[in-house]
């Protein structure tokens, strides 16, 4: 196992993290920005009939995950930033119930559907730790 010294800290087994100056940086965001691409490419495919409804939703509800993260980051407080967090989860789990819908209508197949909803759930790991970590850094400030 690897050991560095960073500053006056030792971590074991880590490689050094690159430092986070822009929200692009984040990797939360950075995995659901793939899953926008991915729920895009999907919402494409879609019947016709589907382009303002079902599709939209799709479109909408990736594109607040990764909005939502973005403007979080931005925000002046650690609070503001996790409630930002906590919205785009709310997303996901409404991106993964339109999902469910895609599914049901047979517009994805199910290796389709498993694949994206797990992607999904990645990024809602993603998000979990990233609150656990800004709640963290506010209490250390506190």
Same mark, same amino acid.
């Given at each position: 196992?690897?050991?560095?010294?960073?500053?006056?800290?030792?971590?074991?087994? $880590? +490689?050094?993290?690159? &430092?986070?100056?822009?929200?692009? @940086?984040? !990797?939360?965001?950075?995995? %659901?920005? /793939? *899953? #926008? $691409? +991915?729920?895009?490419? &999907?919402?494409?495919?879609?019947? @016709?009939? !589907?382009?303002?409804?079902? %599709?939209? /939703? *799709? #479109?909408? +509800?990736?594109?607040?995950?990764?909005?939502?993260?973005?403007?979080?980051?931005?925000?002046?407080?650690?609070?503001?930033?996790?409630?930002?967090?906590?919205?785009?989860?709310?997303?996901?789990?409404?991106?993964?119930?339109?999902?469910?819908?895609?599914?049901?209508?047979?517009?994805?197949?199910?290796?389709?559907?498993?694949?994206?909803?797990?992607?999904?759930?990645?990024?809602?790991?993603?998000?979990?730790?990233?609150?656990?970590?800004?709640?963290?850094?506010?209490?250390?400030?506190?």
């Amino acid at each position: 196992m690897r050991t560095e010294k960073l500053d006056s800290f030792e971590v074991v087994g $880590a +490689a050094p993290r690159a &430092a986070i100056t822009d929200f692009r @940086d984040l !990797e939360v965001w950075k995995v %659901a920005r /793939q *899953l #926008r $691409a +991915a729920i895009y490419g &999907a919402a494409r495919e879609l019947p @016709d009939f !589907e382009k303002y409804g079902l %599709a939209s /939703q *799709l #479109r909408r +509800a990736a594109t607040s995950v990764t909005a939502n993260i973005a403007e979080g980051y931005g925000r002046y407080s650690y609070q503001e930033n996790a409630q930002f967090c906590r919205q785009a989860r709310g997303s996901l789990y409404e991106l993964r119930d339109h999902l469910s819908t895609c599914l049901d209508e047979h517009y994805l197949s199910k290796d389709e559907s498993a694949e994206l909803d797990g992607l999904a759930q990645r990024v809602t790991q993603l998000i979990n730790g990233y609150i656990r970590s800004t709640l963290a850094l506010k209490a250390g400030a506190s």
